[in-house]
């Protein structure tokens, strides 16, 4: 393993005030563009499923959401809110977010049924394990959008992370389509997860790919990611 050195936040001469504004309308027009077609993909695919297969899958949301909270997603606050560019404790916090996404995907496949059981609807079992494959991703994806975002390209960000769900909604419908089942449901947020980490990781150095052991610095900065998400 090799050592990388800290470098400075890159300057690229636009103002400051600049990016935030580029970075506040590219999010802004993107979540609109988004939730515009969620809209359209839920219409369709309430007419292809009955009302059961929506409530198995609000079950299964409500408590791969519950979990995820401790899957990594918050660390892309951590990743953030660095005042300096350090490719160490940029890849210390991926590896982070791939262990404890691992572990919370884990966690949420093997309490699946006692969940179920405790709602009342032992069909969301099938789709709070889709749903968990998407955890580590997530969490992935969270620390990439924030190193990113670190750097001045909240642009980058939020055309990435939008191409990667509406991929994510094409992909959900035709397996909804193909499989008329209530776990298809889960598909459209675990590819859109995929498809927006890997489409986010494109964009970062490869060097800060690399997942190194976590130091005390990066587990800082997760605590306070956590402490963030939970204000």
């Not at 490719?87 to 919370?104: E, F, K, Y």
Request: charged share 10%; proline share 4%.
């Amino acid at each position: 393993m090799y050592a990388v050195a800290d470098v400075p936040t890159p300057d690229s001469g636009e103002s400051h005030s600049r990016r935030v504004l580029r970075g506040f309308v590219a999010m802004t027009a993107s979540s609109f563009v988004v939730m515009g077609l969620q809209l359209g993909y839920a219409a369709i695919t309430s007419r292809l499923l009955p009302a059961n297969a929506f409530g198995a899958y609000a079950v299964a949301l409500s408590g791969v959401g519950f979990i995820g909270m401790l899957g990594g997603s918050s660390l892309g606050q951590a990743a953030a809110r660095r005042g300096h560019d350090s490719v160490h404790l940029d890849r210390s916090l991926i590896a982070l977010a791939l262990t404890v996404g691992c572990a919370t995907a884990l966690l949420a496949t093997l309490l699946a049924p006692l969940w179920g059981r405790l709602w009342g609807l032992p069909e969301s079992v099938p789709v709070t394990r889709v749903l968990a494959v998407g955890i580590p991703m997530t969490g992935l994806a969270s620390v990439l959008a924030g190193v990113l975002r670190r750097r001045g390209q909240t642009s980058t960000v939020a055309g990435r992370t939008a191409i990667g769900q509406l991929a994510g909604m094409a992909i959900g419908l035709v397996t909804v389509v193909s499989m008329k089942t209530a776990w298809s449901l889960g598909v459209a947020a675990v590819a859109g997860a995929v498809i927006s980490g890997t489409l986010l990781a494109a964009s970062v150095p490869r060097e800060r790919l690399v997942p190194t052991q976590p130091t005390r610095a990066s587990v800082e900065d997760a605590i306070y990611g956590a402490k963030s998400a939970g204000m």
